[in-house]
């Protein structure tokens, strides 16, 4: 593609391919374009793809921090009417930022992905991108178009973004992602984001289309076989493109991925549900009740790596953010408690 000046039309061994949309093919050409044909440059694209991934956690835990923060300082506020100096807002905010964006930065999954010409980190970082701003978009207060519509705008551009960087799951993963939260959530979406799927969604299309009219208009049925058709369903029910992996294979491939933080992870499910269910209290019936919790926390994360194949990357402490707002009401903790 680079040599012929073609940015719109794949190929490989002089022959059209199709497998994957051109997002990390224009990385790469524009990275030649610069600084020559080098290694360097050709991972130059998901090496700050990886960064992007990060910055977004870095927003997201400044995001959820400051949201708990400011919840804790209003409820010592109202009990104690001391001084709350103690949670200050940007300081935890900031702490808690740095934390979540170390983690993402030293997980094996995406230092390794980060520093390869692999399609995986490109679509990542616009799928995370995506996610944190439907999230800052559900919790926000202030309905000023800075703090509220735009990341929700964010939220459907990125979603285009990921629709470049690997195809339809750029749109299936965010929504059904977004849809399982509000299920955990127990809540419906609001009307403005419902209405929004309508406007949000041709954005998405809109950016998305860059890349698919024109190769669409240049090369037909030929690319929606092949591209939509066998790439995206066939591949999956047959073994023409020699991937012969079991099911099961993500189950123990992807947590590798999260090392070194997935112990921490199952260690912290275990804290929480031995604080909802203190040990000398608990009777053979809870005991039963928290092995069928664990059993089913730890069933569910790895299916849903294993879902989540395609961006495995999907930070774990978003999904965990996430389940904050389910659990404070019925818990018997405060915000700040089932936070920290």
């Not at 905010?93 to 490109?122: Q, V």
């Not at 926000?140 to 973004?161: M, Q, T, V």
């Not at 403005?192 to 949000?200: E, Q, T």
């Amino acid at each position: 593609m680079w040599q012929a000046g073609d940015w719109v039309t794949p190929t490989l061994g002089g022959f059209n391919w199709f497998e994957k949309p051109a997002l990390l093919y224009w990385f790469e050409i524009a990275s030649y374009n610069i600084f020559g044909v080098s290694e360097f440059a050709a991972r130059l694209g998901p090496a700050l793809c990886g960064i992007g991934t990060v910055v977004s956690l870095w927003i997201l835990g400044r995001k959820v921090a400051t949201e708990f923060t400011e919840r804790a300082e209003n409820i010592q506020k109202e009990s104690t009417l001391k001084s709350v100096s103690e949670f200050s807002v940007p300081s935890v905010a900031k702490d808690f930022a740095n934390w979540l964006a170390l983690i993402a930065a030293s997980t094996l999954g995406i230092l390794i992905f980060a520093h390869g010409a692999s399609f995986d980190i490109i679509v990542t970082f616009p799928m995370t991108a995506a996610l944190v701003g439907f999230f800052v978009f559900d919790q926000a207060k202030d309905r000023s178009f800075k703090k509220y519509h735009l990341p929700l705008l964010s939220f459907y551009f990125f979603i285009g973004i990921s629709l470049l960087a690997k195809g339809l799951i750029g749109i299936i993963f965010p929504f059904a992602i977004v849809a399982f939260y509000h299920i955990l959530a127990w809540k419906l979406p609001s009307k403005i984001f419902v209405l929004s799927l309508f406007w949000g969604t041709a954005i998405a299309v809109a950016v998305a289309s860059v890349w698919y009219v024109p190769v669409i208009s240049r090369n037909g049925w030929q690319f929606v076989d092949e591209f939509f058709i066998q790439h995206h369903f066939q591949r999956f029910t047959s073994n023409k493109y020699q991937h012969p992996q079991p099911f099961f294979f993500f189950l123990w491939v992807l947590p590798l991925m999260t090392l070194p933080w997935m112990p921490f992870f199952f260690a912290a499910i275990w804290n929480f549900v031995r604080r909802i269910f203190p040990p000398q209290r608990r009777t053979g019936a809870e005991r039963s009740a928290v092995a069928t919790v664990l059993l089913f926390a730890s069933s569910a994360f790895l299916n849903c790596l294993a879902l989540s194949a395609a961006c495995f990357l999907f930070p774990f402490g978003f999904k965990t953010a996430w389940l904050y707002p389910t659990g404070g009401a019925g818990s018997g903790y405060s915000d700040r408690e089932l936070y920290l």
